[in-house]
């Protein structure tokens, strides 16, 4: 989901600033990671660490097609295909630390430089990825901001939910949210208890929308979304009423 926007280059600017930051931050981590920890297990299931860097980086490099796209209007697709999409991962993962953290580096930089290349009216083009509906240019940064911050976390390298910027969850929630609508999703009143105090929105519901919640889940807005994208079980939200926390469908 996206809004329409007043202005798609004002917003594509702060969301480039944000995504530099949570580069910075997704690198600082990576470079403190040995080559054995790479090896390692991240938090999904089946990856390595590595699986993880590399990841982010070909990630970055999917964006910046579409980005072309928008650019130049000629259709260039964010990934060759799904199966190239994995084994370009597969092929990566196994790298040296320092060149794991160089290829998110350079992969970065290639994304950036391209958004600079953008005129402000092309922001509002719409572009398509591999999976999802067609959206505007700028939301290929929301994509991305996403990413970094969500896989920083994956990497179960000291970087965790509490560790994301306000903002970002906040946001996050609420585009998040609306993927938990189908008939198999539980209704349930999701309740923040620190997002008051910023004076954001703090209760939100998911579910069919024809079916009134009987049970409200209430904890920090960063562990309310880490529950609802499976990054975290759910141990520390609370239930009224009490009892154990609705299985969740996958996001």
Do not use: K
């Amino acid at each position: 989901m996206h809004e329409a926007l007043a202005d798609p280059a004002e917003t594509a600017a702060a969301l480039q600033a944000r995504v530099a930051i949570a580069t910075s931050s997704v690198l600082r981590t990576a470079a403190g990671i040995s080559d054995q920890q790479a090896r390692e297990p991240s938090l999904l299931p089946g990856w390595s660490r590595g699986h993880v860097l590399t990841h982010i980086a070909r990630n970055a490099d999917s964006l910046r097609n579409l980005l072309i796209w928008a650019r130049t209007g000629v259709v260039t697709p964010q990934y060759r295909s799904a199966e190239a999409r994995d084994l370009d991962i597969e092929a990566g993962h196994s790298r040296p630390t320092d060149e794991l953290v160089t290829d998110i580096a350079e992969s970065a930089a290639g994304l950036a430089d391209e958004a600079a290349l953008l005129a402000d009216a092309e922001w509002g083009v719409e572009v398509e990825g591999l999976r999802g509906p067609r959206h505007p240019a700028w939301f290929t940064l929301w994509r991305r901001l996403s990413e970094v911050e969500i896989h920083h976390v994956d990497l179960d390298a000291g970087y965790c939910p509490a560790d994301w910027p306000a903002a970002f969850t906040t946001q996050c929630i609420e585009r998040v949210v609306g993927n938990f609508c189908d008939p198999d999703c539980p209704p349930v009143f999701l309740r923040s208890s620190d997002a008051a105090q910023r004076g954001d929105h703090d209760q939100y519901r998911i579910g069919p929308p024809d079916v009134m919640p009987a049970q409200t889940v209430t904890g920090p807005s960063s562990l309310l979304l880490a529950w609802l994208i499976g990054r975290s079980s759910g141990s520390e939200l609370t239930a009224d009423p009490p009892g154990p926390l609705p299985a969740l469908p996958p996001w």
